[in-house]
Structures are given as C-alpha cells and as structure tokens.
C-alpha cells in the first residue's frame, strides 16, 4: 500500500512538475513577446536622439548657434506598428512605423521656443544605424498624399490621427527641461 502512494505521490510531483515547466516556457514567450514594443520603442528614441537633427528635420528648421555646438535631441516617440508583424526579437523587425516630437535642447531655452522635429517617422532597422525618413511633401506630392505612399494603409491611417499621448508627452517635456537645463 504504501509503494501505491509512493507512486502516486511521485506521479503527482512529476505532473505538477511539468505543468510548472510548460507554464513557465510559455509565460515567459509571452512576456518577451510583450517586451518587444517597448524594445522597440526604445530603439526608436535612441535613434533619433543619437541621429543628427539634420536626418529628421522638417521643413529646413535648425538649431540656432555655433556648428560646433551639439545640443541634446529629445524625443518623445510613439510607435504604431513594425514588419514584420511576426517578428518575436527585435533582431528580426525591419521596418519600424511611427510618430516622432523632437525637441533641440539648447541650454536655458525653454520647449515653447525650441526648434522641434515631428510627424511620422520609418526607422529601416536592417541597416546599422537605422535609416530615418520623414513624410514631406514635395512638388508635386501633397503631403497626405506622401504619407499614404510611405506607410501602410492601417499605419497611416493611424498616423493622420495619432501623436503623443498625455503620458508621453509629460515624459517628453521633464526630459526636454532636463536636458536644456531648466
């Protein structure tokens, strides 16, 4: 009788045992499967506050001052989807689709006056650095127009309604203040 319970007792261990395991595996598929947004949101930041502002400027907007000054880029960014949309590791995303706010954080002037960098943004990740390109019309291109021939449909949809959220933007603004020294 007791062989029967040891037995039992061992099955028991064992089943829980592996349920456990599988539990685990796929719970932590899941939770690395949703860390990539925030992966690549943290790419995407990094990008463009390390890239030159010239790569993403609109519209010719520079930094006032000496060309040997580098202020500080902050970014406030907001990602609306990535290619593919499979892709389980950031080594594996391609294209990144998404909004940007920049900010050229020279010392002692505050956001209100900053030069600024926005709109929607694609991060090429297949190359090192990721490429940057911006949506500007041009000529013969109006910019809605652009914007629906650089970024797929859902995504452009997305990027004709979707900036900032509040969140991200008070992030943004303490980071700014930060950085210029307010």
Not at 28 to 57: C, K, V, Y
Request: charged share 25%; proline share 6%; with cysteine.
């Amino acid at each position: 009788m007791n062989r029967t319970r040891a037995r039992w007792a061992a099955g028991i261990v064992l089943a829980a045992t592996a349920g456990t395991v599988a539990l685990v595996t796929t719970t932590g598929s899941d939770a690395h499967r949703a860390d990539l947004p925030a992966q690549i949101t943290d790419r995407m930041r990094t990008t463009l506050e390390r890239s030159d502002p010239a790569q993403h400027h609109h519209a010719g907007h520079q930094p006032a001052g000496a060309a040997d000054e580098k202020p500080a880029v902050i970014c406030g960014v907001r990602v609306y989807g990535y290619e593919p949309a499979k892709a389980t590791e950031l080594a594996d995303v391609r294209t990144v689709y998404g909004f940007h706010l920049c900010g050229v954080a020279e010392q002692g002037r505050p956001w209100d006056v900053a030069v600024k960098l926005a709109g929607p943004v694609i991060l090429d990740m297949s190359t090192e650095p990721p490429g940057i390109q911006v949506v500007e019309a041009t000529d013969g291109v109006p910019y809605a127009e652009r914007l629906r021939q650089m970024f797929p449909g859902k995504y452009a949809e997305l990027a004709q309604k979707e900036a900032l959220t509040d969140g991200e933007m008070a992030d943004l603004r303490r980071r700014y203040d930060a950085a210029a020294g307010l």
